[in-house]
């Protein structure tokens, strides 16, 4: 058997093992060969053939995932990785047929916008996972790119290496967007749907830790509550969907107006509540009268023309001993609340 019968045997045999063949096995094979014969051509048949083989096993295995993670009774089902999942699987069909389209390729620009949104939702903007998840999808982008280029020049073998790098980045990828589903769950766990404020469950933990840095501090501390004058009113006269609008404008108003190291929570209702560390008493009155003028002077756009609306506030202030419950001081900023809920409203009680 001459070199030229050798090469067609070759060819035709990887052709029949392609669904378990490396294109390293195939390489190794060719390079065993001598004489005028073309192996770059035969290579180039080999991955042409892997090309057909491989996306058409990879797909049916992202379509299992793609049906475990989409359910139809799930509330809110994660949008960025079934979107990808989606985008993945549609992929592999193209390169099954040896092609791949452009409007394909442009898609993943939509994708990027979705993992910016994911990555901002999760507070991950900036971090060190969301770094490399944008890392690894800039990288993943740049590697379909190549693919439908080589595709067009019917440059099969750099077609194949690109594809096998493709389908690791993707799972590098999803396995990251997991991670930040994970920590996006926790996220929300400890944040309020409606308002994004951190919500009551976590305000425990919050407290205990502003208690014991005063009193290894020496520091002030100061805890307040606050509470919408006449918001029952607003949702019987206006409706819920007013009342909705009225808490999320002035939840966005206290995320703006307090600083960074103080908690805004939503503690239910209409009432919002502050733990700022390291303020006294006249610091806290100060701070929390300007609040208050802020919200009065302030139109909420919930309804034609805007809407006003005055807060009553109550705190408590004090440097922590060790001697006392964190319930204490809710009981102790609650009844103040009541205070200046009897004196009128739309006042600070301290």
Known sequence: MNDHERLRALISASLKEADHLTLY??????????????????????????????????????EKVLAKEVRPKEARPEKLTASLLRWMVRFLREVKELSLSKSLVEELNQ?????????????STGTELGEVLYATFREFKEQIRRIYESLLERDYINAYLLYVRAVKSFFNLFTLLSTLSLKRAAHE?????LTGLLNRRYLMPVL?????????????????????????KIND???HLVGDCVL????????????????????GGEE???????????????????????????????????LKLTVSVGACSDAYAGDREPEYYLACAD????????AGKNRVVL
Request: aromatic share 10%; hydrophobic share 40%; net charge positive.
């Open 25 to 62: 096995d195939a390489w190794k094979r060719l390079a065993s060969l001598r004489g005028e014969v073309d192996a770059e051509e035969a290579l180039s048949e080999i991955a042409k053939a892997f090309l057909k083989v491989e996306p058409k096993k990879d797909a049916y295995a992202f």
């Open 111 to 123: 994708q990027e916008c979705l993992l910016h949104r994911a990555l901002k939702e999760s507070g």
């Open 189 to 193: 766990a400890k944040t309020d749907p």
């Open 208 to 232: 205990k830790d502003v208690l014991e840095l005063s009193q290894y501090a020496e520091k002030p501390f100061t805890v307040a509550l606050l509470d919408i004058d006449d918001f029952k």
């Open 237 to 239: 006269e206006l409706g």
């Open 248 to 267: 999320k404008e002035l939840a966005k108003l206290l995320k703006s107006f307090f600083r960074k190291g103080d908690y805004v929570f939503r503690y």
């Open 272 to 306: 919002f509540l502050v733990v700022m560390p390291s303020t006294g008493k006249e610091e806290a009155r100060r701070l929390l009268e300007r609040l208050r003028r802020r919200v009065e002077e302030h139109l909420f756009p919930c309804t034609k023309g805007g």
């Open 335 to 342: 009844a103040n609340l009541y205070r200046a809920k009897r």
